[in-house]
């Protein structure tokens, strides 16, 4: 059956009646396939012909528009009506999906017709459905029904993954893109069913030669972009905290099926991502290649620099650089510095590099500092032909002018700036590789060079333990890292007053030491997040407080 005419009211700029037409058009289709009948639905199709409507030009963007209108108005309509039976709701998208579907498997029987290829019908589709789903939330606000746009965007996906392949899984990627949870809040949750959807994520990401990487990778930073004021603000409304849970579990299937996409791209998902989200960030920084056996960090007399992956350097986009790759005369004099050649003055300057130019930006990113130039500064040190040695086999110097640079950073700045230092530094204490050794090693050289500043020393062991305190995964160089801080007595960690500063915090490192040194009759893997009390959200929200 058939709902009563909804939406058929003319906008502007349409051709006159179409709207009626377009209406009484799908009534019919709508009946048409429930009766099965194989003729009667190419009929309707010749109909659509005959019309003018699937030429390919503007009228076709009309036809689909007003479509995805009608269907989507009459759809919201059945389920606010509490007499019509619930599948009335559904009949309207998936008789519209069911219409596309007949279009591209009966795409030779009009292509002498159109200007458009089969994608390029779809495309159209997907393109009115974008249009439609902006001005929803335009004017309808909170108000916004996500469910009709939802069902027809799986129910498209479902139907024409076979008939279109490929193609298909990257327009819907450039659709999620269009609607990304800042820009539609109201499609937030059906966005991140999509966005992981079997039919959807897995295909792109096993899409050859990795090239359905980048949509993803775009898809994801429109996520954390959403979250990240909501979590550096720990904002945690219930639909927040539902989007984060839902956020958390995707990344745990990616970490678990496709490693590799997340190590690849961790330098620009850190970016994204604000320091008190370290679980989110954990789960990324915890990714190693599945072909890598990962030797257990709590080995006793691990010997991290014999380790045979410990020379490889891990795969980088040019990416990563990007943020210094936009101020050249910074990089050069970063290049000069590198090479033992620096400029005079150039490490006296770069603090004030760092910060930020524009009020507004620093308003809307929380902070004084250009934290994304921070982190490329830090991974571009660690990839220097100057820092990383030619010889095979050899492994990067832990001193020299990089560590110079970190050394003068790390007194210079002020706790808020040398907290975002020694955080990208962290940041690459992941899987065994040379960046992974470069960092852990600059970190315990810090760590020594603080001199009587046990500020620096402190900010160290929090950077460290508030990435441990949380839920497992914990990346293998941070745990390899705090066990050679809290272990090696050239560090005499435990002679410092910030250890005992007061009790609470005392337990919380005796509870850390005891996780991290299970041999010297610790607790098991779990035990220092249950040690302090912490879960998935309370780590995130620990963090920001202690922040």
Request: net charge neutral; hydrophobic share 45%; with cysteine.
């Amino acid at each position: 059956g058939t709902v009563s005419a909804g939406g058929l009211k003319s906008k502007e700029g349409e051709p006159a009646g179409m709207r009626e037409q377009v209406g009484f058009t799908l009534d019919q289709w709508v009946v048409q396939i429930q009766s099965n009948d194989e003729r009667a639905v190419l009929q309707s199709m010749t109909l659509l012909l005959q019309q003018g409507w699937l030429k390919g030009d503007k009228t076709t963007d009309d036809f689909f528009r007003i479509a995805v209108e009608i269907c989507v108005e009459r759809s919201v309509k059945a389920m606010a009506d509490p007499s019509a039976p619930a599948a009335m709701a559904n009949a309207q998208v998936d008789s519209l999906s069911k219409l596309v579907l007949v279009l591209v498997r009966y795409y030779d029987e009009w292509r002498r017709n159109t200007t458009m290829s089969k994608a390029g019908a779809v495309n159209k589709v997907l393109a009115a459905v974008v249009r439609v789903m902006h001005v929803h939330q335009a004017e309808r606000k909170h108000a916004f029904n996500q469910q009709p746009f939802h069902r027809l965007l799986t129910r498209l996906l479902q139907d024409l993954s076979d008939p279109i392949g490929e193609p298909l899984v990257f327009s819907l990627a450039d659709v999620l893109h269009a609607v990304q949870p800042r820009l539609v809040p109201g499609f937030s949750f059906s966005w991140l069913e999509l966005a992981s959807n079997r039919n959807l994520m897995p295909k792109l990401l096993q899409a050859k030669d990795k090239k359905g990487w980048v949509a993803f990778h775009r898809v994801l930073m429109g996520l954390f972009r959403y979250l990240e004021p909501h979590l550096r603000n720990a904002e945690m409304t219930e639909p927040i905290k539902l989007l984060y849970k839902g956020t958390l579990r995707v990344l745990l299937v990616l970490l678990h099926d496709f490693p590799e996409f997340l190590g690849e791209f961790h330098a620009s998902f850190c970016d994204a991502i604000p320091p008190p989200c370290i679980q989110l960030r954990n789960l990324i920084l915890s990714a190693f290649p599945r072909t890598m056996l990962l030797p257990d960090p709590f080995t006793p007399q691990l010997k991290v620099d014999l380790l045979p992956e410990i020379n490889t350097p891990p795969p980088l986009l040019s990416t990563a650089f990007q943020a210094l790759a936009a101020l050249p005369s910074l990089r050069g004099d970063l290049d000069n510095h590198l090479r033992g050649r620096g400029r005079e003055g150039f490490l006296a300057e770069l603090p004030a590099s760092l910060l930020l130019t524009s009020t507004n930006e620093m308003v809307q990113c929380g902070t004084r500092y250009n934290v994304p130039l921070m982190n490329a500064l830090v991974l571009y040190v660690a990839s220097s032909p100057a820092v990383t040695p030619a010889a095979p086999g050899a492994l990067p110097p832990a001193s020299g002018p990089g560590l110079e640079m970190f050394v003068k950073l790390s007194g210079e700045l002020d706790s808020e700036g040398r907290y975002l230092l020694l955080n990208g530094i962290a940041n690459q204490l992941r899987y065994p590789n040379s960046h992974t050794h470069y960092f852990s090693c600059t970190l315990l050289n810090l760590f020594q060079a603080a001199g009587e500043k046990d500020m620096i020393r402190e900010q160290i062991t929090r950077v460290l333990i508030e990435r441990l305190i949380v839920n497992k995964p914990h990346p293998w160089g941070l745990l390899v890292t705090f066990i050679e801080l809290i272990k090696n007595p050239v560090y005499d960690i435990w002679r410092h007053d910030f250890v005992r500063s007061c009790t609470e915090i005392e337990q919380l490192f005796q509870s850390v030491a005891r996780f991290c040194l299970p041999q010297h009759g610790g607790g098991g893997g779990g035990g220092a997040a249950a040690a302090a009390g912490t879960s998935t959200a309370g780590g995130v929200q620990q963090a920001a407080a202690a922040q």
